[in-house]
């Protein structure tokens, strides 16, 4: 089945501070979205991007379908942004979601 | 309704208890998907609906585990004599009807199973 790594495993930021989360995936998907679990386990709907460039405040994410990677730029970086960041991809629209195993972000005042 | 919604929130249940988790996903939404999440690990995909037929149900780790969804609507996941290594948050997900091809998945708070 496809593949989705995640890096880095796992970031500190000081506050205020930028940071680029990667996900690479092994095969063309239809779908690919990324998620942010926070500290009390409820899992937020970020971004749906199979391709291309999107933006929410803080927040940006860019897919590159064609080199099979997407990137997710947190700036500005606050306290509330911690917890895990999870990209998570299908292959077509009848197949679940796979999930990487997520990036963990700290971020201290 | 507004979200999904996942009952009960917290379940403690003893080894060999039968249980039943409960998923209410977001009106209109015809997939609906189970997935489990143990302790600092990533999301382990359990079975797929869409309506009320599962077309994919690869992920159940074994025949204790058994799904049902009734009206396109409401899912029950049961455990059969749980184990220990059930223990784990239970999340559900809903999606639009192409599968999550536009507006993508949405989560429920999940449910805490702790087995003891």
């Known amino acids: 089945g496809i593949q989705v790594e995640q890096s880095p495993p796992d970031l500190i930021l000081q506050e205020g501070a930028n940071s680029t989360l990667r996900c690479n995936f092994s095969d063309s998907v239809n779908n690919l979205q990324w998620f942010h679990q926070n500290p009390w386990g409820q899992l937020i709907n970020l971004f749906y991007i199979p391709s291309g460039t999107k933006q929410n405040g803080r927040l940006s994410a860019t897919t590159v379908a064609t080199e099979r990677y997407s990137l997710l730029y947190i700036s500005s970086s606050q306290t509330t942004d911690s917890g895990v960041y999870f990209c998570?991809?299908?292959?077509?629209?009848?197949?679940?979601?796979?999930f990487g195993k997520g990036t963990r972000l700290s971020v201290i005042a | 309704g507004a979200g999904v919604s996942q009952s009960p929130s917290n379940k403690v249940t003893e080894k060999g208890k039968d249980v039943e988790l409960r998923c209410d996903p977001i009106s209109g939404h015809t997939a609906l998907y189970w997935y489990r999440q143990s302790l600092g690990q990533g999301l382990e995909f359990l079975i797929y609906f869409q309506g009320n037929s599962a077309p994919d149900k690869s992920g159940l780790p074994s025949d204790r585990f058994s799904a049902e969804r009734t009206g396109g609507s409401v899912s029950t996941l049961t455990i059969q004599r749980t184990q220990q290594e059930d223990s784990a948050v239970y999340l559900c997900?809903?999606?639009?009807?192409?599968?999550?091809?536009?507006?993508?998945?949405?989560f429920g708070s999940g449910t805490r199973l702790t087995v003891v």
């Open positions: 997900a809903s999606s639009t009807p192409t599968g999550g091809a536009t507006y993508g998945y949405t």
């Open positions: 998570a991809v299908d292959i077509s629209g009848n197949t679940p979601l796979v």
